[in-house]
């Protein structure tokens, strides 16, 4: 199952603008290659400080270790990708709080739906009850599709007609402190950064629900189009901002160029920013915990 993913995640990365596996031909390590490395660093996404600080960490891995040939280049640039994606590397703690309150955040089409259905499953799969409080109050469609799909897969879902999404969101954690859940996830509706009042709104949503329990929500997860490129980093501040991020998902790894961005992501910050978990693909199973090697050696080649 591993292979299947990882293939698709590879393939994913590998698309046109991420050459990086292009440019090891096997000649020599001179500076017309490392200028071509660090060129094809930035194009693929991983943006111009982290690839000048990669290209520093290599010139001097290449110095102190006499690397000689590119394949040997190759095996440290994996490395020091490996090393700078290691501190991203997180996972829920589901024993910290109970219930653990997780809300979602993130622009419309991120693939936040699709992950709540993921992460819904994977919830389900470790035993545990989950509430879902449905947030997003703007669309009536939406919240009915929701129900039904909450009855289908057996978990509870909260929401409100022409409801206040702050409101629903409190008195769902109330609703699952009482209940005894295990995790209640409060999705909330897609915005833009640009969307000020949205954004505000946000804001709200996230500090009414330490009023209904102590320190929630435990976990204020971004779901990230992985797509995005750079883009990626303006959102993760402005969600941030409103939202107190405590962490990403990232997803469609397994359709992008652009994955690169991961590592302009975890040198943007002096905290790398948590990833707890990658979207690979549309279907509810395509959802990993992300490991920084198996990137590292995905975007590499
Ligand atoms: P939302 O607006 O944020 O709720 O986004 P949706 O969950 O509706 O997803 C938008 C589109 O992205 C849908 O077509 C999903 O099937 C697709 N999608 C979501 N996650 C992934 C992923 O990990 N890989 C791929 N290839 N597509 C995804």
Redesign the pocket.
């Known amino acids: 199952e591993k292979t299947g993913w990882f293939a698709r995640l590879k393939k994913?990365l590998k698309k046109t603008q991420v050459n990086l596996v292009g440019i090891f031909t096997g000649g020599v390590v001179d500076e017309a290659f490392l200028e071509e490395l660090e060129f094809q660093l930035i194009a693929s996404d991983v943006g111009v400080e982290a690839s000048a600080k990669i290209l520093d960490s290599l010139r001097d891995r290449i110095k102190l270790k006499g690397l000689k040939t590119q394949d040997e280049v190759k095996v440290a640039l994996k490395e020091i990708i490996a090393e700078l994606l290691k501190p991203c590397e997180a996972s829920l703690d589901f024993d910290a709080h109970n219930p653990l309150v997780i809300m979602m955040c993130?622009?419309?089409?991120?693939?936040?739906?699709?992950?709540?259905?993921k992460l819904a499953k994977h919830f389900s799969l470790m035993n545990k009850r989950v509430l879902l409080a449905a947030a997003d109050t703007f669309r009536a469609a939406a919240r009915e599709q929701l129900a039904v799909w909450g009855e289908r897969n057996q978990i509870e879902v909260i929401s409100q007609d022409k409801g206040d999404p702050a409101s629903v969101a409190y008195e769902s954690i109330v609703s699952g402190k009482k209940k005894g859940m295990d995790i209640v996830m409060v999705d909330t509706a897609?915005r833009l950064p640009t969307q000020t009042n949205l954004m505000n709104e946000l804001s709200r949503i996230q500090r009414v629900q330490g009023k209904a329990m102590e320190g929630a929500p435990h976990a204020s997860i971004l779901?990230l189009?992985?797509t995005n490129g750079q883009n990626a980093l303006a959102q993760v501040k402005a969600f941030d901002e409103a939202a107190k991020l405590t962490g990403l998902i990232i997803?469609?790894?397994?359709?992008t160029a652009k994955g690169g961005v991961l590592v302009a992501l975890a040198c943007s910050r002096e905290n790398p920013i948590p990833i707890y978990y990658?979207?690979?693909?549309?279907t509810i199973d395509?959802?990993q915990t992300f490991n920084a090697d198996e990137f590292a050696a995905a975007l590499v080649g």
């Open positions: 994913g993130g622009v419309n089409g991120a693939g936040k739906t699709t992950t709540i259905g897609g779901v189009d992985g997803t469609k790894l397994d359709g990658i979207g690979v693909g549309e395509d959802l």
